[in-house]
């Protein structure tokens, strides 16, 4: 064999060689399929989080908001209670001295569902 031949000879080796290694390679950078399935699975578990995150907070903010409504609830119930008494107090006193209260004007149905036990 002259030297061209093995210039050839040497050059489809390299050649042959080098698109085995070429071929190796872009099998091994090839994801398997439980490599994309895993990914699959941690990109759905984070946005799961996320989401969980913001169910969370807003839930919070729904039972702050609940607290200050049971609060201020109260609180009007008190004052209702305090002007009831009051509007008793003064029918009794304008009975002692002898008058009579003027007629009552007349309630909506919805105040009735929650003052109808009074007598005013």
């Known amino acids: 064999m002259n030297a061209e031949g093995w210039t050839a ?24 399929k439980r ?3 895993r990914d ?10 996320r989401a969980i995150q ?11 908001e ?3 409504q049971r609060e201020r609830i109260s609180d009007q119930d008190e004052a209702i209670g305090w002007l009831l008494h009051r509007v008793r107090s003064l029918v009794t006193h304008i009975k002692r001295a002898g008058m ?3 007629p009552a004007e007349p309630m ?3 105040a009735r569902r929650y003052i109808h036990h009074i007598d005013v």
Do not use: H, Y
Request: hydrophobic share 35%; no cysteine; charged share 25%.
């Open 54 to 64: 913001r169910l969370e907070a807003r839930v919070q903010r729904q039972e702050t």
């Open 40 to 49: 699959d699975f941690l990109a759905i578990t984070n946005q799961q989080g």
């Open 108 to 110: 909506s149905e919805r």
């Open 9 to 32: 000879a040497s050059g489809g080796a390299v050649a042959l060689l080098s698109a085995g290694v070429t071929a190796w390679g872009a099998r091994s950078a090839r994801r398997t």
């Open 66 to 68: 609940a607290e200050k």
């Open 100 to 102: 009579e209260p003027p």
């Open 35 to 37: 490599q994309e399935n």
